[in-house]
């Protein structure tokens, strides 16, 4: 029997989605009234009685079951692959991946972004990446800061049940409000109103053009784009709203350009390549901190070509070394002097305050201790009072985090190419994350993201096994 891989991880990530959707649902208890009126006037009601269940509402069910039917496509695809020719086998393959991830994650969010239009601003959604992030436009219109101002008394305050700390910080950098401010303009003069999802679906889906131009083979591009696309955490994020799909998309694109750099014909064009990718790293840095954790290995990858075979160079070295590091990066730096700089003459104690000591537990309103990492350790040995009291994270993540930074740079210098690069950016910020205050679950599906792309998009040494098409 021939071993159809990508017919089982297509499979798998299918029901996958559809499981998590549905689970995601019934924390929305106004949808199946919600979706009546939504869809009242075009769709009959007999047929909406019909559909009609607990676990999910009509919509949602006719979007799984047309990703069924993509999926029984792609099965009938494979099992007439040996009557079509590769090329076809894969264009057909790739539709349907696309159409899948069309219908479960574009569909799903536009169901959501139509409710919570018909509804409530903090309806349908995530505080942060949507609602925050909105509020912010509005602030910058106005000549506010976003880093001085509170969120008592917008549709924030509405949002969560309980830790309503970000209600006084917003912890993300200013090029997450600053590139969208055009595209809110715009919506609101043809439509009347915005939803940040607009920005957050665009991005996702040019993310995964770009990761599959990244892949090397045929199969490797079946594989990142169904994995990225119905990625089981990020995908989600993507319907509600979380921002990490923005930070993914400009590191993706600096990677997409560094890729081209490496295919330059001519040193004219290699140099332009490098200029634009350091320009969409810089975006990237002045989105979110958690875009930081890949400087030491895109720096490391940016001299890949002049480092030489020791670990360490010699001392003579260093100073070359780093005039030259200067020369490259130098985009990045005026990237952040003129996104960030601005803000942080404004108001730098206020921004310090909503960036750095929220996160960390040393502002005045902290973040709480929560996730998935050591910090349930220090809450079940009750090693403090309670979730918002400040507990020295900072010493485990230098502890667990350096060495780890040493091992995956000495890695990639043996290796120096973007998989590694993004391999190492990965293991860092994992490794940072689980011993840090909290580990949310979102990050976690960035982090998957990252790992798709670093195993996926360097050429394989050895001629692996491939999957047909």
């Excluded at 089982?8 to 990530?13: H, I, S, Y």
């Excluded at 479960?104 to 969010?109: D, R, T």
């Excluded at 972004?113 to 949507?130: F, K, N, W």
Aim: glycine share 6%.
């Amino acid at each position: 029997m021939r071993k159809s891989y990508d017919v089982l991880l297509l499979f798998v990530l299918v029901i996958a989605r559809i499981r998590i959707d549905t689970l995601a649902d019934l924390v929305l208890p106004n949808r199946h009234a919600d979706v009546r009126r939504l869809v009242e006037g075009w769709w009959p009601v007999s047929s909406l009685d019909l559909l009609e269940e607990w676990l999910s509402d009509p919509v949602t069910l006719m979007l799984i079951s047309v990703a069924m039917t993509m999926l029984i496509g792609y099965f009938i695809i494979d099992l007439l692959s040996d009557f079509l020719s590769a090329q076809t086998s894969y264009r057909l393959k790739l539709g349907f991946i696309y159409s899948i991830i069309f219908g479960l994650v574009f569909g799903k969010a536009f169901l959501l972004i139509g409710l919570r239009h018909i509804t409530e601003p903090a309806a349908y959604t995530h505080d942060g990446g949507v609602i925050q992030t909105e509020i912010t436009i509005d602030y910058f219109l106005s000549g506010k800061s976003p880093y001085i101002e509170n969120y008592l008394d917008t549709a924030m305050a509405t949002w969560g049940i309980e830790f309503r700390t970000a209600l006084h910080h917003y912890p993300y950098l200013p090029w997450t409000f600053v590139f969208s401010t055009p595209f809110y303009l715009i919506s609101q003069t043809m439509l009347g109103w915005y939803d940040q999802r607009f920005i957050y679906l665009a991005l996702f889906g040019l993310t995964l053009l770009m990761a599959q131009s990244l892949a090397p083979t045929r199969s490797d591009k079946l594989m990142i784009v169904m994995l990225m696309g119905l990625n089981p955490i990020l995908a989600s994020d993507v319907i509600f709203g979380q921002n990490d799909s923005f930070i993914l998309f400009w590191i993706v694109l600096g990677v997409w350009f560094l890729r081209l750099r490496e295919n330059a014909p001519s040193s004219t064009e290699a140099t332009r390549y490098l200029i634009l990718a350091n320009l969409a790293y810089g975006l990237a840095c002045a989105s979110k901190p958690t875009a930081w954790f890949l400087a030491p290995f895109w720096a490391l990858y940016l001299l890949k070509d002049v480092w030489g075979n020791q670990f360490i160079p010699p001392l003579n070295r260093w100073i070359t070394l780093f005039k030259l590091f200067l020369q490259r990066v130098w985009p990045i730096v005026v990237v952040m002097l003129l996104v960030v700089g601005p803000w942080a003459v404004w108001s730098p104690e206020a921004m310090i305050d909503d960036v750095w000591r929220w996160s960390s537990g040393t502002a005045e309103v902290p973040y709480q201790i929560r996730g998935w990492g050591l910090s349930n350790f220090v809450l079940a040995f009750q090693l403090v009072p309670d979730r918002l009291a400040f507990w020295p994270f900072w010493a485990t993540e230098i502890l667990l985090a350096t060495p780890i930074l040493f091992l995956v740079l000495w890695r990639q210098r043996r290796t120096n190419s973007l998989g590694q690069m993004l391999y190492g950016h990965v293991s860092l910020l994992f490794v940072f994350f689980y011993s840090s205050r909290f580990l949310n679950e979102n990050y976690l599906g960035y982090l998957a993201s990252f790992l798709i792309l670093a195993v996926l998009i360097d050429p394989q040494v050895e001629n692996d096994n491939q999957w047909n098409g």
